[in-house]
T-cell receptor, first 111, second 110 residues
Framework: QKEVEQDPGPLSVPEGAIVSLNCTYS??????FMWYRQYSRKGPELLMY????GNKEDGRFTAQVDKSSKYISLFIRDSQPSDSATYLC???????????FGTGTRLTVIP | EAQVTQNPRYLITVTGKKLTVTCSQN?????MSWYRQDPGLGLRQIYY???????DKGDVPEGYKVSRKEKRNFPLILESPSPNQTSLYFC?????????FGQGTRLTVV
């Protein structure tokens, strides 16, 4: 079993839709959770960084962590064609440990 | 501007010809790492370094070498590249938080 599981998609939605991206994990020691966005032929860029359980909002993006279910989500409101990218989740037990990545979900927002 | 810089961005080489991909960061981060990204496999860690002169193997270290003589630089060395090392490579650096990635090096070994 992989440490982090992520549905690869692809996921296609119309412009303006609410998008939900998810990851599950098996290691209960994970405390730091990240979402990265990766455009084609570019490096991953950090979108959201959260510690422990709860919600964090940044503009149209909301990250949720449910440690009891070992489940994290990224919500994108009012999705735009510029949101079309691959979204990667990542996590680790503490800042000194290696990051564990999901394989990424490819999202296309159709105008 | 905080950044991780990799060079070259694109490289085509022949089997067995030694090559080095450079990586430099300007954020004074102690932790640096190299990943390869392949379709369906996601990001896989090759090597990482917790500090100067401290390096360790990641998940897929075979066929690669690294060195960390200075805090800002972390080159990836392929002594004898083979076609199965054709991939997209990313360098990343990290302080006490999330990782920052370079723009990637697309390597093709023929």
């Amino acid at each position: 079993q992989k440490e982090v599981e992520q549905d690869p998609g692809p996921l296609s939605v119309p412009e303006g839709a609410i998008v939900s991206l998810n990851c599950t994990y098996s290691n209960s020691a994970f405390q730091y959770f990240m979402w990265y966005r990766q455009y084609s032929r570019k490096g991953p860029e950090l979108l959201m960084y959260t510690y422990s359980s709860g919600n964090k909002e940044d503009g149209r993006f909301t990250a949720q962590v449910d440690k009891s279910s070992k489940y994290i989500s990224l919500f994108i409101r009012d999705s735009q064609p510029s949101d079309s990218a691959t979204y990667l989740c990542a996590m680790n037990p503490n800042w000194a440990n290696n990051l564990f990545f999901g394989t990424g979900t490819r999202l296309t927002v159709i105008p | 501007e905080a950044q991780v810089t990799q060079n070259p961005r694109y490289l085509i080489t022949v089997t067995g010809k030694k090559l080095t991909v450079t990586c430099s960061q300007n954020m004074n981060h102690e932790y640096m790492s190299w990943y390869r990204q392949d379709p369906g496999l996601g990001l896989r860690q090759i090597y990482y370094s917790m500090n100067v002169e401290v390096t360790d193997k990641g998940d897929v270290p075979e066929g690669y070498k690294v060195s960390r003589k200075e805090k800002r630089n972390f080159p990836l060395i392929l002594e004898s590249p083979s076609p199965n090392q054709t991939s997209l490579y990313f360098c990343a650096s990290r302080g006490q938080g999330a990782a920052f990635f370079g723009q990637g090096t697309r390597l093709t070994v023929v």
